[in-house]
């Protein structure tokens, strides 16, 4: 079993192999475990309500998840007030996971979560759904829901 630290230990690797602006960053899997060991460690959904309406979320428990949107639906203006929101759900001292959908408004989120003086913010590298196939769908090559691990559809 690999404990907090030894996560905590991976992720920072992460962020010195690849010059992250943000504490670092995990695999689906690693953040799950993370979230199981870790009772103050918090997963912040990025997305849009828009796509946790229409495609689902994490199934993890209420005191675990935090929803605050990057950006809005329609038009994808972004998020003035994010890091007041985020305060209101997750403190600053504890491991903040951001998910978004293919893992690319969540490296922002870190950073700016980062900025704001979030020890231990980190991305979940491949997102909600993951990269699109060749056929161009999500949710079949990777992604937190192509790993299987708990989340509820729409």
Same mark, same amino acid.
């Given at each position: 079993?690999? +404990?907090?630290?030894?996560?905590?230990? *991976?992720?920072?690797?992460?962020?010195?192999?690849?010059?992250l602006p943000y504490f670092g960053a995990l695999?689906?899997?690693e953040a799950f475990a993370l979230l199981q060991?870790?009772?103050t460690a918090v997963m912040v959904d990025v997305r849009t309500q828009a796509e946790l309406d229409w495609i689902g979320g994490p199934d993890l428990p209420e005191a675990q998840l935090a929803h605050v949107e990057?950006?809005?639906?329609?038009?994808? +203006?972004?998020?003035?007030?994010?890091? *007041?929101q985020?305060?209101?759900?997750?403190?600053?001292?504890?491991?903040?996971?951001?998910?978004?959908?293919s893992a690319a408004?969540?490296?922002?989120?870190a950073r700016v979560a980062t900025e704001a003086g979030?020890?231990?913010a980190m991305d979940v590298l491949e997102g909600f759904e993951g990269?699109?196939?060749?056929?161009?769908h999500r949710k079949t090559v990777e992604g937190w829901c192509f790993r299987g691990l708990p989340w509820h559809g729409a």
């Open positions: 079993m690999t +404990t907090r630290d030894d996560l905590l230990q *991976a992720a920072r690797e992460r962020q010195q192999q690849n010059q695999s689906p899997q060991g870790d009772p990057w950006s809005s639906y329609p038009g994808g +203006t972004q998020n003035a007030t994010f890091i *007041a985020l305060r209101a759900r997750a403190r600053t001292d504890v491991p903040v996971l951001f998910l978004c959908r408004r969540s490296k922002h989120a979030y020890q231990f990269a699109r196939d060749e056929q161009h």
